[in-house]
C-alpha cells in the first residue's frame, strides 16, 4: 500500500543512504521522457525536503535539458535487498553549473569525479513509499570504474570536446546550457 509524506524522514534518509542506484525522471513540454540510473557515490540528501547528485558526463545530457524547459523531476530509490521498499521523491529540479554562484556551497558536499558536469537539485514536494514485493533480489558486486577510467582518460580537455560534441543539446533538439546560458 502506497504511503505518502510530506518530508524525507530520517528513516528514509537512512534508506536512501543504503542504496546503490537510484533513477532519475524527467520529460520536456514535448518530446521523449528521460528515465536514467544513476550510481557512484553522487547523491545527498541536503535537508528533509532538498536532494542533490553530482551529475557525470554522460552519452546525452537530457535531464539538465528537460528542467531548464520543465522542472518537474522525481528520483526512485529500490531496494533489492530481503527488506522490500520503492521510494519516489517528487518535486522540481534545476541545474547548477560550475559557473554558477551556488557551485561552491553544493559541491562541498560531494567528492571530487572525474568528468564531474553539474549538480542537480530536487526540492521536494512530496514523499512516496510503496511495497515493491515485485521487486527481484539482486546482490550488489560493487561500483562499475568505466565511467571514471574514460573521463581519466579523457582529461579536462577532452571532456570538454565531449560536451560540445554530445552533451549541448538533448537527442529531441533542446538546449543543456552546459556551456552557456
Known sequence: MAKFYAEITEELQKFIQEQKIFFTATA????????????????????????AY????????????????????????????????????????????PRDGEWETFYSLFNSLPGERQIVVLKVDSVQTSCGFGVPLYEFQGERSTLIEWAKKKGEQGIQAYWKAKNVKSIDGLPTKILSD
Open 54 to 97: 553530482l551529475d557525470l558526463t554522460g552519452s546525452g545530457n537530457e535531464t539538465s535539458a528537460h528542467l531548464n524547459e520543465e522542472d518537474r523531476m522525481t528520483m526512485m530509490f529500490c531496494s533489492f535487498s530481503e527488506n522490500p521498499l520503492i521510494l519516489r521523491l517528487y518535486g522540481h529540479g534545476r541545474v547548477i553549473r
Open 28 to 51: 520536456p513540454k514535448s518530446g521523449r521522457i528521460n528515465l536514467s540510473p544513476k550510481g557512484i557515490d553522487t547523491f545527498r540528501c541536503i535537508d528533509r525536503q532538498t536532494v
